[in-house]
């Protein structure tokens, strides 16, 4: 809880509020709440959403670190030396995030209704995001992260995008969570607030 008493505030200064939309800070925040809860629910919604948007988080910032160029975008800001290097190193928690979910979803099980909960989470992000900056393009939700172009009018794009998100990530990592890591477990209280 120390790392979110420094990260929130930072991110809040440096980025502001507009950031907490994106789906991979949001992701970080009920991580928390999850963990602090023992809530098998979100956590397993998370899980569903930041393995693969972590993991492509990863990849793109490889790929600028050993080939020059980013291979999808949205990690420019690792490379602006407008904003003070420790400040853009807090953006490592999503090299952790996953592992992290993983962890605890193999102590507690997963909720099958974490894709669902995830999915309601995107829509109402995407469609927050839409009354944003378009040159930040918060959630793609103006243009696509692969051919960084928009799909229609606003509400055809949005739909798009949730669906392709849902249809490419969060079904089939769903399906593999249901499979490998089991119903929620019913684990004795040990105290308000503990995460068994």
């Given at each position: 809880m120390l790392w979110l008493a420094v990260w929130v505030p930072t991110y809040w200064i440096v980025w502001g509020w507009p950031s907490f939309l994106r789906l991979c800070n949001i992701a970080v925040l009920l991580t928390c709440i999850g963990l602090w809860r023992s809530n098998t629910l979100l956590l397993s919604s998370q899980a569903v959403s930041s393995i693969v948007a972590d993991a492509a988080w990863c990849v793109d910032v490889a790929w600028r670190l050993f080939l020059g160029r980013h291979l999808f975008g949205g990690t420019e800001y690792m490379w602006d030396k407008h904003f003070p290097l420790w400040v853009r190193l807090l953006s490592l928690y999503h090299v952790v995030l996953p592992a992290l979910?993983?962890?605890?979803?193999?102590?507690?099980?997963?909720?099958?209704?974490?894709?669902?909960?995830?999915?309601?989470?995107?829509?109402?992000?995407?469609?927050?995001?839409?009354?944003?900056?378009?040159?930040?393009n918060i959630n793609f939700a103006f243009r696509d992260p692969i051919f960084h172009r928009a799909w229609g009018p606003a509400p055809v794009h949005l739909l798009v995008m949730w669906l392709g998100l849902n249809a490419v990530f969060y079904w089939p990592i769903h399906f593999v969570f249901a499979r490998y890591l089991g119903q929620p477990k019913r684990l004795p209280l040990q105290g308000a607030g503990t995460f068994q």
């Open positions: 979910l993983i962890w605890s979803l193999r102590r507690v099980g997963y909720d099958r209704r974490g894709w669902k909960l995830q999915a309601g989470i995107a829509a109402v992000l995407f469609a927050l995001s839409r009354f944003l900056d378009p040159a930040v």
